[in-house]
Structure formats: structure tokens, C-alpha cells
């Protein structure tokens, strides 16, 4: 089993830049592919991006693609998402899951609480 907690968080304007962190505490760390998530008010929880076990290998939403990037340290058991350019729709909170397949639309079975991220025009 893996614990999860997202840290960075905050109000940031559009245009602007952002990193999230995830902190994980368990077992195994080095094992899951890390995916983000975000859900924003009214809408259901969206796959972000998704970094492979070994961190060779990464997919993006369409969305995010370009602006974002994933990135892991197994050495801190931290995965972080970079975001460039951000706009108003990227307002949401973001979620960091342990488990997903390189494919995932919903995620593996570990979830962390969410940090919000909110961006104005």
C-alpha cells in the first residue's frame, strides 16, 4: 500500500507557471507508474498525465500537452507535475494516483486528498 499527499497548490494568474509535488510513504514507491488527475467544479475527474515505473517513459491529455510535464524522484519518492502557460480551465483540483496503467483514463488505486489550483484571467 501507498500513501499519497500533493503539496503546491495555490492562486496563480494566467500565463503563469506551477509545480506540484506528491509525497508517497509506503512501500514500493519505485513499483506504480504516478499519474495527475484534476477535477474541476462540476465536471468529473480528468487524467492528467502518467509517468512509467521507470520514468523512461510518459503521456499526456491533450490538454495539458506541451504545457505540462511529469517527473518522479524514487530517491524522494516524490512525483511532481511542472505547468507552463497556465489558463483559467486549468482550474481544478489535482489529484496524484500510484497504480495506473500507462493508459488510464481513471486511475490505479491509490489516491492522494488533492491540492487546488486555481488560475485567473
Known amino acids: 500500500q501507498v500513501q499519497l499527499i500533493e503539496s503546491g497548490g495555490r492562486l496563480v494568474q494566467a500565463g503563469g507557471s506551477l509545480t506540484l509535488s506528491c509525497a508517497a510513504s509506503?512501500?514500493?514507491?519505485?513499483?506504480?507508474?504516478m499519474a495527475w488527475f484534476r477535477q474541476a467544479p462540476g465536471k468529473e475527474r480528468e487524467f492528467v498525465a502518467v509517468i512509467s515505473r521507470s520514468g523512461d517513459s510518459t503521456r499526456y491529455a491533450d490538454s495539458v500537452k506541451d504545457r505540462f510535464t511529469i517527473s518522479r524522484d524514487d530517491s524522494k519518492n516524490t512525483v511532481y507535475l511542472r505547468m507552463n502557460s497556465l489558463t483559467p480551465e486549468d482550474t481544478a483540483v489535482y489529484y496524484c494516483?500510484?497504480?495506473?496503467?500507462?493508459?488510464?483514463?481513471?486511475?490505479?488505486?491509490?489516491w492522494g486528498q488533492g491540492t487546488q489550483v486555481t488560475v485567473s484571467s
Open positions: 494516483n500510484a497504480g495506473a496503467t500507462m493508459w488510464t483514463k481513471t486511475g490505479g488505486a491509490y
Open positions: 509506503g512501500r514500493s514507491f519505485g513499483s506504480y507508474n
